[in-house]
T-cell receptor, first 115, second 116 residues
Framework: AQSVTQLDSHVSVSEGTPVLLRCNYS??????LFWYVQHPNKGLQLLLK??????LVKGINGFEAEFKKSETSFHLTKPSAHMSDAAEYFC?????????????FGSGTRLLVRP | GAVVSQHPSRVICKSGTSVKIECRSL??????MFWYRQFPKQSLMLMAT?????????EQGVEKDKFLINHASLTLSTLTVTSAHPEDSSFYIC????????????FGPGTRLTVL
């Protein structure tokens, strides 16, 4: 069975400090992994995706994530937080073997950025 | 590229009426479209998957007669909430994927439905 666990429901950082949003996954196959961001009352924007190429994936707005198979993790990082980064972040897995390519969402992590 | 729009962005209706929400892929052909529902401060729940020209596949627990989905073209899918009730009030989000990148979904901005 496939699942995604986001370890923190809320993360609070000061502007200019590093961001770490944690995600662990469970998948029977080689999955595709994604991070999406959602600002209040908005749809989801794709930050980055991993599809079995380079394990360190660079995304938009300075975010990156590292796929670690041995740890079944796909943590999202950013060296320096900006106020505009405050939003809800979803770690998502696509099992890849289902022809419908359903996405399995984590419960989300709300990032708060303090001035 | 890969822009998905939804219309309307907000709708308020009376209990018992039906509401139609449109989802359009603006710059690509969406072979598959997905409809999600999101309750406040919760994650997205997949309601159904639709392929162009085929009947939608509904997730367990989703009433297909209440949430009618039509995917008549490669750029348009509609979700109709029939005989809406206050408990149907929610944020509805669609997404679309294309034949070449089936593992990536591009999301619309969402529709806030309020049923009075």
């Amino acid at each position: 069975a496939q699942s995604v666990t986001q370890l923190d429901s809320h993360v609070s950082v000061s502007e200019g400090t590093p961001v770490l949003l944690r995600c662990n996954y469970s998948s029977s196959y080689s999955p595709s992994l994604f991070w999406y961001v959602q600002h209040p009352n908005k749809g989801l924007q794709l930050l980055l995706k991993y599809t079995s190429a380079a394990t360190l994936v660079k995304g938009i707005n300075g975010f990156e994530a590292e796929f670690k198979k041995s740890e079944t993790s796909f943590h999202l990082t950013k060296p320096s937080a900006h106020m505009s980064d405050a939003a809800e972040y979803f770690c998502v897995v696509s099992p890849g073997r289902d022809s419908s390519y359903k996405l399995i969402f984590g419960s989300g992590t709300r990032l708060l950025v303090r001035p | 590229g890969a822009v998905v729009s939804q219309h309307p962005s907000r709708v308020i209706c009376k209990s018992g009426t039906s509401v139609k929400i449109e989802c359009r892929s603006l710059d690509f052909q969406a072979t598959t479209m997905f409809w999600y529902r999101q309750f406040p401060k919760q994650s997205l729940m997949l309601m159904a998957t639709s392929n162009e020209g085929s009947k939608a596949t509904y997730e367990q627990g989703v009433e297909k007669d209440k949430f009618l989905i039509n995917h008549a073209s490669l750029t348009l899918s509609t979700l109709t909430v029939t005989s809406a009730h206050p408990e149907d009030s929610s944020f509805y989000i669609c997404s679309a994927s294309s034949y070449g990148t089936t593992d990536t979904q591009y999301f619309g901005p969402g529709t806030r439905l309020t049923v009075l």
